[in-house]
């Protein structure tokens, strides 16, 4: 097993080293030849002889190395690295070619995912809300700062000469630590308008919703919890 | 017709090679290769080139370490010598080839004494 795993790190590593082992690999073949070579004079032959018949008992340097490669890579993801680092060529070779192929795609793909989005948001993914394509956010363009917030006076006054929309609610966020049962928990909340639940069309499982008498400045607090929350940290108490 | 040269068998000149090197020591490649022409008696059909698929496979395995060294008549070569792992292997392979020889050996003798019929 470790021997499995030791060749296979073996194997990856080689993949990097290409040049260096294929270079001593010709170093060693050079020296195996001359070896060959020189006991083939010692035993009388001509020099032509000698190498001649080296040569012929080596049996091809080019098969060798291929040989060679095989067994110490990955002779699969080599080429393949081959082949990826001709194509890079030949797309730099051919620039305009290769700038009209990008171009073509990156079109197509933009194209394609922003009609996705729309209809993703409009058609397959609408808000889950009843009348959802009739509720809208409003926001305030200010100098460098597009949709910006609201002012609370802004939104009164918005509100009151309103002839567009049936209501109109105004949210901010208001994140905060809550204790209870178990650890001090940091909780997403949202400071929002009694006519926000209204207009979403969600209505409290238990208790009732903001009343109109509540939004107001010095009214008593009043909160609306997530259901999931209500039984975590509060037990479930009512 | 003079008897055509022994085809190597997978795994079976890795088992020569390491057999090789125990028995002679540190050796090149030349020297590996050459070394079992002469055991073999020139029976096996060895190109001398793919001895080196060999020693870097078993290189990678970790049986064999190389260095590069200098010849008995001065040239520089790369010299392979088998650690202590690749004797274990040795062992282990050279009793497996036996035990599998043998058995073939046995198989072979079954089939002539009935095919005489």
């Given at each position: ?177 809550i204790r209870g049962i178990g650890e001090p928990e ?19 499982i238990l208790g ?15 909160v609306?919890m997530s259901e999931g929350l209500w039984k975590r940290k509060f037990d479930s108490n009512s | ?117």
């Amino acid at each position: 097993m470790t021997d499995w795993l030791r060749e296979s790190v073996q194997r990856m590593l080689a993949l990097f080293r290409r040049e260096e082992i294929d270079h001593e690999l010709d170093a060693e073949m050079a020296a195996h030849l001359d070896l060959a070579i020189e006991e083939n004079l010692q035993r009388g032959m001509s020099s032509e002889q000698a190498r001649r018949h080296a040569l012929i008992r080596f049996g091809g340097t080019q098969q060798a190395k291929e040989q060679h490669r095989a067994a110490r890579s990955l002779p699969l993801l080599e080429s393949l690295l081959q082949d990826l680092r001709f194509a890079f060529r030949m797309l730099r070779a051919s620039s305009s070619f290769t700038a009209i192929a990008v171009l073509t795609l990156a079109l197509g793909i933009g194209a394609n995912t922003a009609l996705f989005s729309v209809i993703n948001g409009v058609l397959l993914n609408p808000l889950p809300f009843p009348n959802a394509n009739r509720i809208v956010s409003m926001f305030q363009d200010k100098p460098n700062f597009s949709k910006g917030s609201i002012s609370y006076p802004n939104f009164l006054d918005w509100r009151q000469e309103n002839r567009s929309f049936e209501f109109i609610a105004a949210y901010r966020w208001a994140d905060g630590t809550i204790r209870g049962i178990g650890e001090p928990e940091e909780v997403h909340a949202q400071r929002v308008s009694a006519t926000f639940f209204p207009i979403l069309g969600v209505q409290a499982i238990l208790g009732r919703n903001f009343s109109d008498d509540e939004d107001r400045r010095g009214a008593n607090p009043t909160v609306i919890m997530s259901e999931g929350l209500w039984k975590r940290k509060f037990d479930s108490n009512s | 017709m003079p008897e055509s040269k022994l085809d190597l068998l997978q795994g079976t000149l890795d088992l020569m090679v390491l057999q090789t090197l125990v028995s002679m020591g540190p050796q090149h490649g030349y020297g590996i290769a050459r070394r079992i022409e002469q055991v073999s008696g020139d029976k096996v059909l060895l190109n001398q080139g793919t001895i080196y698929a060999s020693l870097v496979r078993l290189q990678q395995r970790g049986w064999i370490s190389a260095a590069w060294g200098t010849s008995e008549n001065n040239r520089k070569a790369k010299f392979y010598s088998i650690t202590k792992r690749g004797r274990k292997q040795l062992s282990q392979d050279a009793a497996y080839w036996q035990r599998l020889s043998a058995v073939i050996g046995r198989v072979l003798a079954l089939r002539v004494e009935s095919g005489d019929e």
